[in-house]
């Protein structure tokens, strides 16, 4: 099948159809996504057929048709735009490919990860690629360096940006974030 993203040609279908799999195992209903940054929706198209029920924010009107809000990305009140449009309070799985600029990414993953299902993901595309004055300063390495050294046993929290962090992963330009599932019973016994 030939999509209309640039997904493919990234190497990223193969981590969806991973994820999609996951989820396959593992619930009774189709898993929920929300991509943030749609553009011809070439990327909805490609969820949809791995099985996901999926929904779209993006900045530009032309681009807000057919289960996409209309919406900035970094706007503070975004996770109480998207549950009253689309009647979904928490995703499966939240994807942001919007602007690619860092401050802009930070904020839409501080307000948006509080709406990750347990045992979810939350997945920022092109990462690499992000531009801004902010980049570095913002605290991109820092973030991912704590986050990847805190494991979910500790018992210090490592800032307000981020809380219930069970893996991160950087792959083919994707930095895939998992939270932790703590209705998982193996998880459970971990945390004791």
């Known amino acids: 099948m030939t999509y209309r993203t640039d997904k493919v040609e990234l190497g990223y279908l193969p981590v969806y159809r991973q994820i999609a799999d996951h989820y396959e195992d593992h619930s009774l209903l189709p898993p929920t996504l929300l991509e943030i940054g749609v553009g011809d929706q070439g990327g909805m198209e490609m969820f949809r057929d791995l099985g996901f029920r999926a929904y779209g924010v993006d900045?530009?009107?032309?681009?807000?048709?057919?289960?996409?809000?209309?919406?900035?990305?970094?706007?503070?009140?975004l996770r109480d735009m998207v549950s009253v449009q689309f009647g979904i309070r928490s995703w499966d799985v939240i994807v942001d490919d919007a602007s690619h600029l860092a401050a802009e990414t930070l904020a839409t993953l501080r307000h948006m990860w509080p709406a990750v299902e347990?045992?979810?993901?939350?997945?920022?595309?092109?990462?690499?690629?992000?531009?801004?004055?902010?980049?570095?300063?913002?605290?991109?390495?820092?973030?991912?360096?704590n986050m990847i050294s805190w494991s979910h046993r500790s018992t210090v929290e490592y800032s307000d940006v981020l809380t219930g962090v069970d893996m991160v992963s950087i792959r083919h330009g994707m930095i895939i974030l998992r939270k932790d599932n703590l209705a998982d019973p193996a998880r459970q016994d971990l945390n004791r």
Do not use: C, H, K, T
Not at 60 to 75: H, S, T, Y
Not at 119 to 145: T, V
């Open 118 to 145: 347990d045992g979810g993901f939350y997945i920022i595309e092109d990462w690499n690629y992000l531009e801004g004055p902010d980049m570095w300063q913002n605290g991109w390495q820092s973030l991912l360096g």
């Open 59 to 77: 900045n530009a009107p032309n681009r807000a048709v057919g289960g996409v809000l209309l919406a900035n990305q970094d706007d503070p009140g």
